[in-house]
């Protein structure tokens, strides 16, 4: 997939307008193959599946399920540069990435809260505190930075990532497209680089500086957004789906196997943001995507809701039948894995429908109506395409063949 293949008849470049659609289904069912890998991920290190032969399958597969968190972060910086708007208020955006995040938050945030005070765990204030605001991931307190319902630390660094945002957009507006490649291609080496440089901090809060610390992670948000930003002025290079796909598969085999820890991080931040650019490109292309089959697309509308439950659902149950760290024998350890995927994907669903969808329609702001296209505009208003019908591939004549793709930049789902 190359966006920009030559020059028109006279050498002068003539940009070509897609209309895109407004959801980028495709990623939205990425987002459900990430939840599913972390999933699986805790599932291992829980050890559930207390066959060893059995076990040792559920390692193989998971061992970078970890890595689903950092196809978040990237995932989330690509989105919200793909569908932000020009001019839009600041204090707009944040409401809406509130509305979008806090009410599930705060629902499974009171539910551990309860879950330890029926086993008659201790509740530390501070800790319960800093998980409520948002704020534990900054505190490298062993112990802190897990607190309350583990997984919220994640939302401790996207809460830091959407206020920097609009901050930064006008200036990421006007960048340089060197200067932006430059974000996308030193992100994997930054990433190399945080193991010597982990020994600048105390060797108890190693694991926080390179895992948690919202500074040292949002590099993976800011790859995202660099990357969205040169897909919008149709700047982008790199592989079509299917071979995106390939070579994320092939660097997750051979990461696992054969590659030493300290580089996986990196390998994955590369073959997932090819995975990402290459999925928004084929819907607004119109190609073919497995992604987006509605069955992945309705999975990944409920991840997020899943990705708050899964852990809690796990522990509480694993405590309260004395299996927690002990695992199940024989056939009953992944019949118990299967079990949870399906309490919590139940749970989920309930939470998006009854919880996420309509809180943020209450507490979101309504979209403003943007700037009406000039008389004789090409330009398409995203608006007016149907929300999940990705628009057809633009044909290629003599005036449009191996020029750059001016996408229309659809609305924020959100």
């Not at 207390?50 to 995932?75: H, K, M, R, W």
């Not at 300290?262 to 292309?285: C, H, K």
């Not at 439950?309 to 056939?331: D, E, I, K, N, S």
């Not at 996420?356 to 208003?381: F, H, I, Q, V």
Request: net charge positive.
């Amino acid at each position: 997939m190359l966006l920009s293949r030559g020059k028109g008849p006279e050498g002068g470049v003539t940009a070509v307008t897609a209309t895109a659609a407004s959801r980028l289904p495709s990623l939205t069912g990425l987002r459900w193959v990430a939840a599913l890998l972390v999933f699986g991920f805790h599932a291992g290190t829980m050890r559930i599946v207390g066959e060893p032969d059995y076990q040792a399958v559920v390692s193989a597969l998971f061992t970078l399920g970890l890595s689903g968190v950092q196809f978040f972060f990237i995932l989330s910086g690509f989105v919200l540069v793909w569908s932000a708007r020009d001019g839009e208020r600041r204090r707009d955006f944040w409401r809406r990435r509130l509305a979008k995040i806090y009410p599930n938050h705060v629902l499974t945030w009171a539910a551990a809260l309860l879950v330890m005070w029926w086993f008659a765990d201790p509740i530390v204030p501070r800790a319960a505190l800093e998980n409520l605001f948002l704020v534990q991931a900054w505190d490298p307190t062993p112990g802190y930075f897990y607190s309350i319902n583990t997984v919220s630390w994640s939302l401790s660094c996207e809460l830091f990532f959407y206020l920097c945002l609009p901050l930064v957009l006008p200036a990421l507006r006007r960048a340089r497209a060197g200067l932006l490649w430059a974000v996308v291609a030193a992100v994997p080496l930054l990433i190399v680089a945080l193991w010597p440089g982990q020994a600048l901090v105390p060797q108890e809060n190693t694991w926080w500086f390179t895992q948690v610390f919202p500074l040292v992670r949002s590099t993976e948000f800011w790859m995202g957004v660099a990357a969205a930003e040169l897909m919008r002025r149709g700047r982008w290079r790199g592989p079509g789906l299917p071979l995106a796909s390939l070579i994320f598969v092939v660097t997750w085999v051979v990461a696992g196997q054969w590659i030493r820890a300290e580089f996986w991080a990196a390998l994955l931040s590369a073959a997932y943001i090819l995975v990402i650019t290459a999925a928004a490109d084929a819907d607004v292309r119109g190609l073919p995507s497995p992604w987006r089959h509605r069955r992945l697309v309705r999975l990944g509308e409920v991840s997020f809701a899943f990705y708050l439950v899964h852990v809690l659902v796990m522990v509480t149950v694993l405590r309260a039948t004395g299996r927690l760290g002990v695992g199940l024998p024989g056939w009953w350890g992944p019949l118990a894995v299967l079990a949870f995927l399906a309490v919590n994907l139940v749970l989920a669903a309930l939470l998006h429908r009854w919880v996420e969808t309509p809180m943020m329609r209450r507490l979101a702001p309504r979209r403003r109506p943007g700037p009406a296209p000039a008389a004789g505009s090409s330009t398409p208003d995203p608006a007016a395409a149907p929300p999940a019908t990705p628009a057809p591939r633009p044909a290629a004549d003599d005036a449009t063949a191996g020029r750059p793709i001016e996408y229309a930049i659809p609305r924020d789902p959100h």
